[in-house]
């Protein structure tokens, strides 16, 4: 747990950069950064604690969510490389909130989006869980679930004519410029909820390891503990596509790392992937907009820069032979 303190340090170090960086300048920068209560009305206070502090808490609550998220996804799965992307959780989310907002039942970042999000993302989840037989099976399903979903997503998006069209087209592909304090006001709750249970139900995930046949003899139910995980993970899921789209890699990077800093144990697990996961996006999120001012980059890009190394180097080293 010792390597558990810079991480806490960095956090708070990278906010104040975030929120000293962007496309506007802004005078008396620090002076403002540090004393939040200073003139209200001016547009340096504005910028700072109006638009950027907004994304920065954002940035951190939505990593670290897509960080235990991807924790859960690998251990209840036993398999290195099981992620909300490639599970087809994502997507199922993605589709379910875009159908909400095109049916005028929600909006983005509402509550009901979260409901829409969760609904298709356990929907997407449990379609490839129960399709699949084995290790291999449950990834090469999901990817075609993922991609069977994303192409119903993208296909939609092209053909709507709405005037809001363009802004759910660049959400989906990840994107916090839509962000605003109400929006923390929904992801706050929920993905505080769900990362205590997600703690607290982490030691049960342990048990999977051993097998299922063997988690039977000791008095559990390995699909039942699957199923809470399943649950937990469709949450943390749900409320960051419904707030900000959906953000590749990220899931998939943050446990791999973490896991070589702490070791397998999923209660220690869980705490680390929720960390690293906040600090990729908020740095993630930082350079998508001030990289190229006033543009901003798609941040599921820059996530992809990130977690897609990850996974070929995870599939390198898995040992399996091409033939």
Not at 36 to 65: C, D, M, T
Not at 301 to 322: N, V
């Given at each position: 747990m010792k390597k558990i303190a810079p991480l806490i340090l960095l956090l708070p170090i990278i906010?104040?950069?975030?929120?000293?960086?962007?496309?506007?300048?802004?005078?008396?920068?620090?002076?403002?950064?540090?004393?939040?209560?200073?003139?209200?009305?001016?547009?340096?206070?504005?910028?700072?604690?109006?638009?950027?502090?907004?994304?920065?808490?954002?940035?951190?609550?939505?990593?670290?969510?897509?960080?235990?998220?991807?924790?859960l996804a690998q251990s209840s799965t036993n398999n290195p490389l099981a992620d909300p992307a490639i599970l087809g959780t994502s997507a199922g989310a993605s589709l379910g909130v875009l159908l909400g907002v095109l049916t005028?039942?929600?909006?983005?970042?509402?509550?009901?989006a979260v409901v829409c999000a969760a609904i298709g993302a356990m929907a997407a989840t449990l379609l490839t869980f129960s399709l699949a037989r084995s290790a291999l099976q449950l990834i090469t399903i999901g990817i075609g679930v993922s991609a069977i979903l994303s192409a119903i997503v993208g296909l939609t998006l092209s053909a709507v004519s709405r005037p809001d069209a363009r802004s759910i087209s660049f959400w989906s592909f990840g994107s916090l410029s839509l962000v605003s304090s109400k929006t923390l006001y929904v992801l706050a709750p929920v993905l505080v909820i769900a990362a205590v249970i997600a703690w607290k139900i982490a030691p049960t995930l342990d048990l999977l390891?051993?097998?299922?046949?063997?988690?039977?003899?000791?008095?559990?139910?390995?699909?039942?503990?699957?199923?809470?995980?399943?649950?937990?993970?469709?949450?943390?899921?749900?409320?960051?596509?419904?707030?900000?789209?959906?953000?590749a890699f990220l899931a998939l990077a943050a446990p791999h790392i973490a896991r070589y800093l702490c070791g397998p144990r999923n209660r220690v697990l869980v705490i680390y992937s929720g960390l690293i996961g906040a600090l990729i996006l908020l740095i993630a999120d930082t350079a998508a907009r001030s990289a190229i001012p006033?543009?901003?980059?798609?941040?599921?890009?820059?996530?992809?820069?990130?977690?897609?190394?990850?996974?070929?180097?995870?599939?390198?080293?898995?040992?399996?032979?091409?033939r």
């Open positions: 906010s104040i950069v975030a929120l000293s960086l962007g496309a506007t300048e802004v005078s008396e920068l620090f002076r403002y950064i540090f004393n939040p209560f200073l003139n209200p009305e001016s547009a340096s206070h504005q910028i700072i604690w109006q638009i950027r502090a907004p994304r920065v808490g954002a940035a951190i609550l939505i990593g670290a969510a897509l960080g235990m998220a991807g924790c005028n039942l929600v909006s983005i970042g509402s509550a009901g390891s051993i097998g299922d046949a063997s988690v039977r003899h000791i008095g559990h139910n390995a699909q039942r503990i699957r199923l809470s995980a399943f649950a937990i993970l469709a949450v943390l899921v749900a409320v960051t596509v419904s707030s900000v789209g959906s953000i006033p543009f901003e980059l798609p941040i599921g890009l820059l996530t992809s820069l990130i977690g897609a190394p990850i996974l070929i180097l995870t599939l390198k080293k898995s040992g399996d032979i091409w």
